[in-house]
């Protein structure tokens, strides 16, 4: 039987993770949208990409939830990307509405689907989304890590010359501005980055990686990044349908990993058919340790704020 992945809004993020996904010929796709006739125009105009690349998967465009019934996979991306000065958090009510709808609609029509979410604030959507649908952690993961891991990667490349092949980097924590780029168990081809790079310059590029979406809102002006993020949720979509057991950091539901209870972090995750598999933790420094425990405080503090505004 083929998979089936049903992605929750059409906007730039959902429907570039159809394209990539489509590529990768790994699942029929579903397209919702509350936008009247624009999952449906998207989805029929990648549909009628896939002759010239030759693959057999079928693309539904909707405004109704019917049509994701049996979902593998439900990927949640409605809701309101950030304008230029917005932080992630003043997202939140309007997002919570959105999230909460997409959660209980889906799991109506597919009540086993494991839920990969992307909507900021993101570690708190994916709380949300665990709370109102009683899951188990398994069953709910968030996509930050590997976007901001990849910027990472992008901006080590482009200062060294080195293949982005080659280099491994690892960003735990929330996905907001305090972010931890790991610089030790970062590498360019085993070779810490910490070795590697000057000081000033690793300074540098872990700062443009905290500030990484924020630098392409700016230079957007509408909307926010979408080819990244896309990419980095169909590598996790593609390791659970697969089964790979692959380690990508991402946001999951902490229960006692780096000290951390109850909240939704960014941290190395193993995916597999059943979705989160396993939460790996690293030997950290005292400095990394302190890091993490500050971007922690700043998911809470956002939890808290939910709280106070909707119940969950
Ligand atoms: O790394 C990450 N986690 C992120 C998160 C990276 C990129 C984008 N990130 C967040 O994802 C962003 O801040 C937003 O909160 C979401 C979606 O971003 P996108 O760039 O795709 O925004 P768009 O293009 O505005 O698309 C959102 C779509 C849009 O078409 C709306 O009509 C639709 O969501 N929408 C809904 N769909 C279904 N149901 C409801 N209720 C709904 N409300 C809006």
């Not at 993101?122 to 890590?145: C, F, H, I, S």
């Not at 990849?150 to 901006?155: E, G, V, Y």
């Not at 482009?158 to 690892?170: A, L, P, R």
């Given at each position: 039987m083929k998979n089936k992945v049903s992605i929750i809004g059409a906007g730039m993020t959902g429907s570039t993770s159809a394209h990539w996904l489509a590529e990768r010929e790994i699942a029929d796709l579903v397209l919702v949208d509350v936008v009247e006739g624009m999952p449906q125009g998207k989805a029929l105009d990648l549909q009628e990409a896939l002759p010239v690349i030759g693959k057999d998967v079928t693309v539904v465009g909707s405004n109704d939830y019917d049509v994701t019934e049996g979902s593998d996979i439900v990927v949640i991306t409605a809701g309101m990307p950030r304008k230029p000065g917005m932080s992630r958090d003043d997202l939140l009510t309007t997002n919570a509405r959105i999230v909460r709808e997409a959660t209980e609609k889906s799991?109506?029509?597919?009540?086993?689907?494991?839920?990969?979410?992307?909507?900021?604030?993101?570690?708190?959507?994916?709380?949300?989304?665990?709370?109102?649908?009683?899951?188990?952690?398994?069953?709910?993961?968030?996509?930050?890590?590997?976007?901001?891991?990849?910027?990472?990667?992008?901006?080590?490349?482009?200062?060294?010359?080195?293949?982005?092949?080659?280099?491994?980097?690892?960003?735990?924590?929330?996905?907001?501005?305090?972010?931890?780029?790991?610089?030790?168990?970062?590498?360019?081809?085993?070779?810490?980055?910490?070795?590697y790079l000057p000081a000033e310059k690793l300074a540098a590029i872990v700062q443009r990686t905290r500030k990484g979406g924020g630098e392409i809102v700016s230079l957007l002006k509408t909307g926010s990044a979408y080819y990244a993020p896309s990419i980095a949720i169909t590598q996790m979509v593609d390791a659970i349908l697969k089964d790979k057991h692959l380690i990508v950091p991402a946001s999951a539901h902490m229960q006692g990993e780096y000290g951390l209870q109850d909240i939704f972090f960014g941290a190395p995750v193993q995916l597999g058919r059943k979705g989160v598999e396993k939460v790996i933790e690293y030997d950290l420094s005292d400095d990394e340790k302190d890091a993490l425990e500050k971007s922690a405080d700043s998911v809470r503090g956002t939890i808290e704020a939910l709280r106070s505004l909707v119940e969950i």
């Open positions: 799991l109506k029509y597919s009540p086993d689907a494991i839920l990969v979410m992307l909507t900021n604030p993101l570690d708190v959507m994916a709380y949300l989304t665990l709370k109102v649908a009683g899951l188990p952690r398994e069953r709910v993961v968030g996509q930050a890590g590997i976007l901001d891991s990849a910027r990472m990667r992008a901006f080590v490349a482009m200062e060294t010359g080195v293949s982005v092949e080659n280099i491994h980097c690892y960003v735990l924590g929330g996905h907001g501005d305090d972010m931890v780029p790991l610089t030790g168990h970062s590498n360019i081809a085993g070779i810490p980055l910490n070795q």
